[in-house]
């Protein structure tokens, strides 16, 4: 039995946010072919997430280094290692989001500020940094209404790219990408783009 940590990044209802329509069905198709996992959702809208600040990195700092925290970077850091122990607990993690004005949802950004912490997803090295999360599997579900993959958009898209460069930063290197966009640029291939999108969801929840 595995346990699995879904993550949504998305408050808008599901008929209205096509990422959601992918983590559905991924979610419904992981249930129906894995019974016997560990499944745990946890809705980033849904939580209390205060943005990383000088109580919590000054705690953080004070921790690694044997230090004294004050009752404000006490409560800072136990949110942060909240997030951070859950996450680096499971065996796989499935991370659903949009892209909002060319990135992720400042509750995704606020997480991804949790789970990076030397000595815990990464160590320094005299050649740079090098991950610790090992042997963790992760898929990225992710919706885009215009086309993001090629053309003059490529170089603005920091949602998708900002989620893989934090994975690899941590040493994950099992991530598998589901990306549907176009979908507002091609209103005429609209359900087409979704239902396509859907479909493979489903196939690689079935596999994961």
């Known amino acids: 039995m595995s346990a699995i ?9 599901v008929n209205q946010a096509v990422s959601m329509m992918i983590y559905d069905a991924f979610l419904q198709s992981y249930k129906d072919t894995n019974p016997g996992d560990h499944v745990l959702e946890l809705d980033l809208y849904g939580e209390t ?8 990195i000054g705690g953080i700092y004070k921790s690694i280094g044997g230090l004294e925290l004050n009752e404000e970077e006490k409560s800072a850091v136990a949110i942060a290692d909240k997030y951070l122990d859950q996450f680096l607990a499971v065996e796989k993690v499935v991370f659903a989001f949009p892209l909002w004005n060319l990135t992720v949802p400042a509750v995704l950004h606020t997480y991804f500020d949790y789970l990076n912490r030397a000595g815990k997803t990464f160590r320094y090295t005299a ?11 992760v898929v990225v579900l992710n919706a885009r209404g215009s086309n993001y993959s090629e053309g003059i958009n490529a170089s603005s ?5 900002f989620v893989l460069k934090n994975l690899q930063l941590f040493g994950i290197t ?7 966009e176009g ?3 091609q209103p005429a291939r609209r359900d087409e783009i979704i239902q396509s999108g859907i479909e493979r ?7 994961f």
């Open 157 to 161: 898209e920091m949602a998708v790219n």
């Open 127 to 137: 050649e740079g940094q090098v991950g610790l999360v090992l042997n963790k599997k």
């Open 174 to 180: 099992d991530i598998t990408t589901i990306i549907v």
């Open 201 to 207: 969801a489903i196939q690689v929840a079935r596999a």
């Open 183 to 185: 979908h507002n640029q």
């Open 49 to 56: 997430l205060p943005y990383m600040n000088a109580a919590m």
């Open 5 to 13: 940590l879904f993550i949504k990044a998305n408050d808008r209802p």
